[in-house]
């Protein structure tokens, strides 16, 4: 259905991440996959949704240039909001280790925004999900940092994999938006464009 509607449109992935390249193929639809490197700072006064809404756009910028009729760029960004103060990835296995444990027995925000970039204009979204981690043991921390490596993840973790299994107590929100891409939403938008 939705690639019917995009007939005659080129979607193009401004992102590495394989979780949003999932998502785009079980929607069904083609997309070409383009990276740019975008340094992923944002000012300090930003809260919340303002910072993965400013980063989306930002990852959009290095395309500008190239988008002709027609294309439909996807730029996204997940940030982990805790204590109003963003987590973003870590930079290595003991900082990953100190998210986890600041993320341990509490409740956090999982944002993430996408922006849908033509050569005309620009559409944000983001949501929002609510997650409680129950009280880690160091042990489980260590193994999970230890063999999954999660550097490439915002609060150094992903719900999918091991300490999401055995570590979050509930969710409030769409579970997929804590993987990293508010699929309901964006495919609202789509159908919307």
């Given at each position: 259905?939705?690639?019917?509607?995009?007939?005659?449109?080129?979607?193009?992935?401004?992102?590495?991440?394989?979780?949003?390249?999932?998502?785009?193929e079980?929607?069904?639809?083609?997309?070409?996959?383009r990276?740019?490197?975008?340094e992923?700072?944002?000012p300090?006064?930003?809260?919340?949704?303002?910072?993965?809404?400013?980063?989306?756009?930002?990852?959009?910028?290095?395309?500008?240039?190239?988008?002709?009729?027609?294309?439909?760029?996807?730029?996204?960004d997940?940030?982990?909001?805790?204590?109003?103060?963003?987590?973003?990835?870590?930079?290595?296995?003991?900082?990953?280790?100190k998210?986890?444990?600041?993320?341990?027995?509490?409740?956090?925000?999982?944002?993430?925004?996408?922006?849908?970039?033509?050569?005309?204009?620009?559409?944000?979204?983001?949501?929002?999900t609510?997650?409680?981690?129950?009280?880690?043991?160091?042990?489980?921390?260590?193994?999970?940092?230890?063999?999954?490596?999660?550097?490439?993840?915002?609060?150094?973790?992903?719900?999918?994999?091991?300490i999401?299994?055995?570590?979050?107590?509930?969710?409030?929100?769409?579970?997929?938006?804590?993987?990293?891409?508010?699929?309901?939403?964006?495919?609202?938008?789509?159908?919307?464009?």
């Open positions: 259905m939705l690639q019917e509607k995009l007939k005659g449109k080129h979607l193009i992935l401004g992102s590495g991440s394989p979780r949003r390249r999932y998502f785009l079980e929607l069904g639809l083609d997309f070409e996959i990276l740019k490197y975008v992923e700072s944002y300090e006064s930003l809260r919340g949704a303002e910072i993965s809404d400013y980063l989306a756009r930002l990852k959009a910028v290095p395309f500008l240039d190239e988008l002709v009729e027609n294309d439909i760029l996807v730029t996204a997940t940030i982990v909001w805790r204590f109003d103060h963003a987590l973003g990835k870590p930079r290595d296995q003991e900082e990953a280790r998210m986890l444990r600041d993320l341990s027995c509490e409740e956090h925000e999982v944002i993430s925004s996408v922006a849908l970039t033509t050569c005309e204009d620009q559409f944000v979204l983001n949501e929002t609510r997650v409680k981690f129950k009280c880690l043991r160091e042990e489980e921390i260590e193994f999970y940092t230890g063999k999954y490596k999660p550097f490439d993840k915002a609060g150094a973790y992903g719900i999918q994999e091991w999401g299994l055995i570590g979050i107590e509930w969710i409030v929100g769409s579970y997929f938006n804590v993987m990293g891409f508010p699929v309901r939403k964006f495919y609202e938008k789509l159908l919307e464009i």
